[in-house]
């Protein structure tokens, strides 16, 4: 049974957004809640988040983004090392199932009601689908949940340890399209566990993955990804990534080496 999240409406969080996008860090942190009038839940489906709980998810997420540097600005790394560690905690302690989590108006609640601080910290005057959760593959909350959703593997030992295979920029070309493969997570899962092993040959990584996922969104059209053991899947992943290497390879080769004009 899924938790069940305040959902923030369009007009509030737009507001929200429109006066604290020039607010400082310091008065956000007195702007936080665990409710707001325009907020409300759904239903059905699972039960209601008490305020208990979100009030522990603030408390935890305030401790990695001091870990992180929060309230200042920090380091570029810091913040990646923040991405990794906010998306193995929302996953495992949100209590959120896939459904539940496509919700936009969830994720502009918990960006711009319960956690305006650190969000504008980690994105500072940020465009509104940052925290507004009118795109999840670029909400600064919304995204991790779901990066972890699709790489957790299912095992007790380190079943996160995929998360940091792919950087931002990469994980969001997979999370783009998740209708022709994202849906997969046995799919997505073995494209992270092979990732490292795929010998780009001096190729540039984001073209390979580009090229990848393409070929197995083709292949998709006629393969049954869930249905496929893992090793016959693991067999599918690599023939793509070795394909996507050669076809790459070949035209950088028959480009040949770029002159300047005379």
């Not at 325009?38 to 522990?56: D, H, K, P, S």
């Not at 408390?59 to 001091?66: C, I």
């Not at 790394?77 to 989590?101: M, N, P």
Request: hydrophobic share 40%.
């Amino acid at each position: 049974m899924s938790v069940l999240y305040p959902r923030l409406l369009g007009d509030a969080a737009k507001n929200l957004h429109h006066e604290y996008q020039h607010l400082a860090i310091a008065e956000l942190r007195s702007r936080h809640a665990l409710h707001h009038p325009a907020a409300v839940f759904a239903a059905t489906g699972g039960r209601r988040v008490t305020e208990e709980e979100l009030q522990r998810l603030r408390d935890d997420v305030l401790e990695v983004a001091g870990r992180a540097g929060f309230p200042d600005e920090g380091r570029r790394q810091d913040r990646v090392t923040f991405d990794l560690e906010i998306a193995q905690l929302l996953h495992q302690r949100c209590g959120l199932v896939a459904g539940e989590a496509a919700v936009r108006s969830i994720w502009a609640f918990i960006a711009l009601v319960l956690l305006p601080d650190v969000s504008y910290w980690r994105y500072p005057r940020p465009p509104g689908d940052r925290v507004l959760g009118t795109d999840i593959t670029r909400h600064v909350w919304g995204r991790l949940w779901w990066r972890a959703h699709l790489l957790a593997l299912p095992q007790r030992f380190e079943p996160y340890r995929l998360l940091d295979t792919f950087g931002e920029a990469a994980f969001d070309q997979i999370f783009a399209r998740r209708r022709s493969i994202g849906g997969s997570r046995a799919l997505i899962r073995t494209l992270a566990d092979i990732w490292p092993s795929v010998d780009r040959s001096g190729t540039p990584e984001r073209d390979v993955l580009v090229d990848v996922l393409k070929r197995l969104s083709r292949w998709g059209a006629v393969v049954d990804f869930e249905s496929l053991d893992q090793d016959e899947l693991r067999r599918q992943v690599q023939d793509a990534a070795d394909e996507s290497v050669s076809v790459l390879r070949a035209q950088g080769q028959s480009a040949g080496p770029r002159h300047a004009d005379a």
